[in-house]
């Protein structure tokens, strides 16, 4: 039998109606107004890990939601991603430490080039967080912390100074503490030496370290103990040592434009509230660097 064919008129106009179906179906634009194409795809974020928690449950999230591009987020100590990213192991868009000394081993001929100008957009002080069920925790909150984590058998965790900035804070704060409290030996005795493998830890594993009980106290960023909600012991402001988080984008980001509508987010009042609700202290953003080699579109946030 042959099929039986539909008029050419008939045909048109069920054509006409299953088109205007479908575009109902995908939220066409009925408004008369033009639509714009939402972005898409991914940007590739290389982030000091003490940043974790803000990226991941944070401006991750809210950033996708603002853009349509959908944030790829890795997490190490800043040294740590330098490395990686001149031992050509890992390619990012982003680049995110939390030391502006940092971006410098990035910087000219001799580094790669991957950096030409960075931004500071936010701090955080060192402090001491503890775990509240360890049987220290009494004396952390009675007695000096000096003397507390000299105490036998007191395990302590930090980052390793020669990968991560942190790391270096915590040698430097404690040095401090030894000229701060006229007490001769003390750094050697809390630390053990400055890389102790028995008190060095990937950044992104000391926190859990702490909070599944296999520390009783470790040296973090104030954000990241807010956002834990563990207890901490705040230094004096003579041994007072910052974090300063800087971003920019690395020399050949795959996903450039994504790259700059991350940055745009994250300087601008929806990013900062976000880390500012994190516990990040926000500062306004500073260029250093090469001014000329800033994207056009970031001049402007920037102050350039």
Request: aromatic content about 10%.
């Given at each position: 039998?042959?099929?039986?064919?539909?008029?050419r008129?008939?045909f048109?106009?069920?054509?006409?109606?299953?088109l205007?179906?479908?575009?109902?179906?995908c939220?066409?634009?009925t408004?008369?107004?033009?639509?714009?194409?939402i972005?898409?795809?991914?940007?590739?974020?290389?982030?000091?890990?003490?940043l974790?928690?803000?990226m991941?449950?944070?401006?991750?999230?809210?950033?996708?939601k603002?853009?349509g591009?959908?944030?790829?987020g890795i997490?190490?100590?800043?040294k740590?991603?330098?490395?990686?990213?001149?031992?050509r192991?890992?390619?990012g868009?982003?680049?995110?430490?939390a030391?502006?000394?940092?971006?410098a081993l990035?910087m000219g001929?001799?580094?790669?080039?991957?950096?030409?100008?960075?931004?500071t957009?936010a701090?955080?002080?060192?402090?001491?967080g503890?775990?509240?069920?360890?049987?220290?925790?009494?004396?952390?909150?009675?007695?000096?912390?000096y003397?507390?984590?000299?105490?036998?058998?007191?395990?302590?965790?930090r980052?390793?100074p020669?990968l991560?900035?942190?790391g270096?804070?915590t040698v430097?704060?404690?040095?401090?503490?030894?000229?701060?409290?006229r007490?001769?030996?003390?750094?050697?005795?809390i630390?053990?030496?400055t890389e102790?493998?028995?008190?060095?830890?990937?950044?992104?594993?000391?926190?859990?370290r702490?909070?599944?009980?296999?520390?009783?106290?470790?040296?973090?960023?104030?954000?990241?103990?807010a956002?834990?909600?563990?207890?901490v012991?705040?230094?004096?402001?003579?041994?007072?040592?910052?974090?300063?988080?800087?971003v920019?984008?690395?020399?050949?980001a795959p996903?450039a434009?994504?790259?700059q509508?991350?940055?745009?987010?994250?300087?601008?009042?929806e990013?900062?509230?976000?880390l500012?609700?994190?516990?990040?202290?926000?500062l306004p953003?500073?260029?250093?660097?090469n001014a000329?080699?800033v994207?056009?579109?970031?001049?402007r946030i920037?102050g350039?």
């Open positions: 039998m042959r099929s039986r064919a539909f008029p008129r008939a048109s106009s069920a054509a006409a109606l299953a205007m179906l479908g575009l109902a179906g939220g066409a634009n408004s008369g107004k033009p639509s714009a194409a972005p898409a795809g991914n940007v590739n974020v290389l982030y000091a890990g003490s974790v928690d803000v991941e449950n944070g401006i991750g999230p809210a950033f996708h603002a853009t591009y959908t944030l790829q997490a190490a100590g800043s740590a991603l330098v490395n990686q990213i001149k031992g192991l890992r390619q868009d982003v680049f995110i430490s030391s502006p000394s940092v971006n990035l001929k001799a580094n790669g080039n991957y950096v030409s100008w960075y931004a957009f701090q955080a002080p060192l402090v001491i503890y775990d509240p069920t360890s049987r220290f925790a009494h004396d952390l909150r009675t007695k000096p912390w003397l507390v984590l000299q105490e036998p058998g007191f395990r302590l965790g980052t390793d020669i991560d900035p942190k270096a804070l430097q704060a404690v040095q401090a503490a030894q000229t701060y409290y007490a001769p030996g003390l750094a050697q005795h630390l053990g030496g102790n493998p028995a008190q060095v830890f990937p950044e992104e594993d000391l926190l859990g702490l909070q599944s009980g296999q520390l009783d106290a470790g040296f973090f960023y104030s954000n990241e103990a956002q834990a909600h563990i207890p012991i705040h230094l004096p402001a003579a041994l007072q040592f910052d974090a300063t988080f800087t920019t984008v690395l020399r050949g996903h434009a994504a790259a509508a991350f940055i745009r987010f994250l300087l601008g009042k990013g900062q509230a976000i500012r609700g994190d516990g990040l202290q926000i953003p500073h260029l250093h660097g000329a080699s994207p056009t579109n970031l001049r920037l350039n």
